[in-house]
């Protein structure tokens, strides 16, 4: 039995890739434990598996061997427990900020009382109050990703699955989103794992940074951050972890 909310225990995973008419092994023996309220950043070549391996902990996707685990239960599917934030916000256009931030209260039979109470909750803490009405053609990106987000945190889950959530972002507005979710995570402390090509973002966020290898993707290193928040990029501590960071992907790149 594990003590960590999040066990990922030996997960492998490989596609048919029809173009090459073989297998292709994407992860291979992938370990690693979350414990609760903890804030973790997975970093690695592009193609390693970094996104895949997030699918098959939301249950979006199941591993070839091996299996991930929230508080020793076998993910089988997707679940409340599980908040899932992407980089192209998957907004219904049709939906205002309220309505997009209730749906999951809805699906899971909450009382229309408790939902409307639960989205001004989130709205309010994501900064949008006063913006409930929007629909998304009338927001801008970093709006769009703060409703994902809310909408993300009304099922209250007990993990924040975030998969480059603000890459398509201009670099103030990608800034401010940091901070945010900072802020965010420090209100609520739930943990995060959070997928990002970008060093400098991982150091800035993470109690952690996982290293990936060249795919198929396996543990190359976990880096602890031990820099106190909030994080100065130009730091001599930081530049020294990015840098370090930095080259150990690199190094990957460079076998490919």
């Given at each position: 039995m594990s003590t960590a909310k999040l066990l990922i225990e030996n997960v492998s995973?490989?596609?048919?890739?029809?173009?090459?008419?073989?297998?292709?092994?994407?992860?291979?023996?992938?370990?690693?434990?979350?414990?609760?309220?903890?804030?973790?950043?997975?970093?690695?070549?592009?193609g390693c598996g970094k996104t895949t391996l997030l699918k098959i902990v939301a249950g979006l996707e199941t591993a070839s061997n091996g299996a991930a685990?929230?508080?020793?239960?076998?993910?089988?599917?997707?679940?409340?427990?599980?908040?899932?934030?992407?980089?192209?916000?998957?907004?219904?256009?049709?939906?205002?900020?309220?309505?997009?931030?209730?749906?999951?209260?809805?699906?899971?039979?909450?009382?229309?009382?408790?939902?409307?109470?639960?989205?001004?909750?989130?709205?309010?803490?994501v900064g949008l109050s006063g913006n409930e009405h929007k629909y998304p053609g009338e927001l801008s990106g970093g709006m769009k990703q703060r409703v994902a987000i809310a909408r993300a945190l009304a099922n209250k889950p007990e993990i924040l699955l975030m998969d480059e959530p603000f890459g398509s972002l201009d670099a103030q507005t990608r800034y401010l989103m940091q901070n945010e979710l900072l802020h965010i995570w420090n209100q609520d402390r739930k943990a995060i794992v959070f997928v990002t090509h970008s060093v400098e973002e991982a150091v800035y966020l993470a109690e952690r940074v996982i290293i990936m290898t060249a795919c198929p993707g396996s543990i190359k290193q976990v880096v602890n951050v031990g820099l106190t928040y909030p994080r100065h990029i130009a730091d001599h501590g930081f530049i020294t972890l990015r840098e370090k960071i930095t080259s150990s992907i690199v190094e990957e790149v460079k076998i490919i």
């Open positions: 995973k490989s596609f048919y890739d029809r173009k090459r008419s073989r297998e292709v092994e994407v992860l291979r023996n992938f370990t690693l434990e979350v414990s609760a309220g903890e804030f973790v950043c997975l970093v690695g070549p592009s685990y929230i508080d020793d239960k076998k993910v089988t599917a997707p679940g409340p427990e599980r908040g899932l934030v992407f980089q192209d916000f998957a907004l219904f256009p049709w939906r205002n900020v309220k309505d997009n931030v209730i749906f999951g209260p809805e699906v899971l039979k909450v009382s229309p009382k408790e939902r409307l109470r639960t989205a001004g909750e989130y709205i309010k803490l």
